[in-house]
């Protein structure tokens, strides 16, 4: 197995000129260099694009023009890449330190067989996230949901192409749940690493649009895994459940940390 495995990196950004320094900062300085970094930009009409002139050469593309959305520019970014595994760093999303490339690629090299997943635990950023490391659990539960943050998971390109995997672009908010779950269906090997990743942002367009990510996660199941109705409201009426749940003991935590 060649040790030298190429990490592609893609960031998507639109008007982000007071995120992306730090999402950029947090890949360029990662202690693993072999490194394809893509950048597609959704020709924001901010200073972002000013910001990513000072690191232009840390990238190996860079793309600015107007596109269809978020999904959109996810698939632009597929498109262009060419090394073995991809890992998506939005603007407002960063790596959780310096040598977190490095550590997946000797784990991943370690491994008996080239793994199609690699994922691992996450934390959020962002006004009102909670500080605390976010364990991921086993890809066998995506039926559930995401089993790690979209940002803390390594794809593994060949896998994708052989399998025509993409974002669907007809999707608003949930399109990373549905690519990630045909990425398991169509995986045989897999790692979980037990360390954190990145830091994903919770004022992204997933986080703040909850009530349509569950009716496309539940669409996805139904196209995908192809669950009954009965066990897809049962999942929804759980979801629904499980957020109020997180929401309360989010703000028991923040009001007895003082």
């Not at 009102?128 to 890809?139: Q, T």
């Amino acid at each position: 197995m060649n040790n030298e495995k190429k990490i592609s990196v893609i960031t998507i950004v639109y008007n982000g000129e007071k995120e992306i320094e730090r999402t950029i900062s947090s890949v360029i300085n990662q202690t693993y260099k072999n490194i394809e970094y893509i950048l597609i930009d959704g020709a924001s009409k901010d200073g972002t694009m000013l910001v990513v002139e000072k690191y232009k050469d840390f990238f190996s593309k860079i793309v600015s023009e107007p596109d269809k959305g978020i999904y959109n520019a996810m698939n632009k970014g597929l498109k262009l890449v060419t090394g073995d595994y991809v890992i998506f760093a939005n603007s407002g999303d960063f790596l959780a330190s310096n040598d977190v490339f490095e550590k997946v690629v000797d784990k991943i090299i370690k491994e008996n067989q080239l793994p199609d997943l690699v994922y691992g635990n996450y934390r959020e950023s962002g006004e009102g996230a909670l500080e605390k490391e976010i364990p991921c659990y086993s890809h066998e539960r995506v039926w559930y949901g995401m089993f790690a943050s979209h940002q803390s998971i390594f794809y593994r390109i060949g896998m994708l192409r052989e399998n025509n995997i993409i974002f669907d672009e007809s999707y608003k908010v949930a399109a990373d749940y549905k690519m990630t779950m045909q990425s398991v269906v169509c995986s045989k090997h897999f790692t979980k690493v037990p360390f954190c990743i990145s830091l994903f942002d919770i004022t992204g367009v997933s986080s703040q649009n909850q009530d349509l990510g569950l009716l496309e996660a539940d669409r996805a199941r139904k196209e995908v895994l192809h669950m009954s109705w009965i066990k897809r409201k049962g999942l929804i009426v759980v979801s629904k459940t499980s957020r109020f749940v997180k929401k309360y003991l989010g703000f028991i935590y923040k009001l007895y940390r003082y």
